[in-house]
């Protein structure tokens, strides 16, 4: 029994230095598509919980049509905690696209931006929006 456990520990051992020995530095170009490697994901003020009920009241309130469903949006959140970049990524039609957006540009509330290595990054946001009721 102490053989095996100890063959384990050594096994477990052997995989973590193999696994420090190829991991390779990211540079600051390459978090914008590959996230993973962030201490923390970017935040709004108040929580994302916050931020999805601004954006769905906000939207909802201009939203004319009566098709229903969601608009997903991508953006960088800057590591000065701008948002910037702003991309439909699902449509549901051009109306809600466009109100989408441009309640999202209309967020002047800086966000907690992510963290790597102690030091703020721009990082990738992906959200979805539901229209009508």
Known sequence: MRKSLLVLLLLSFV????????HKPVDSASIQFQ????DTTPEPPGGIDVFIKYMNKYTNHQY??????KVTLSFT?????????????????????????????????????????????????????????
């Open 35 to 38: 996230n993973t490697n962030q």
């Open 77 to 133: 959140v800057k590591k000065d905690g701008s948002l910037a970049d702003y991309k439909v990524v699902h449509s549901l039609n051009t109306e809600a696209d466009g109100i989408a957006i441009q309640v999202l540009k209309d967020y002047n509330q800086k966000w907690k931006p992510a963290m790597q290595n102690g030091q703020p990054v721009d990082a990738p946001y992906t959200i979805s929006v539901t229209f009508g009721r």
């Open 64 to 69: 004319n049509s009566a098709e229903t469903g």
């Open 15 to 22: 995989t973590m230095v193999k696994a420090h020995q190829n």
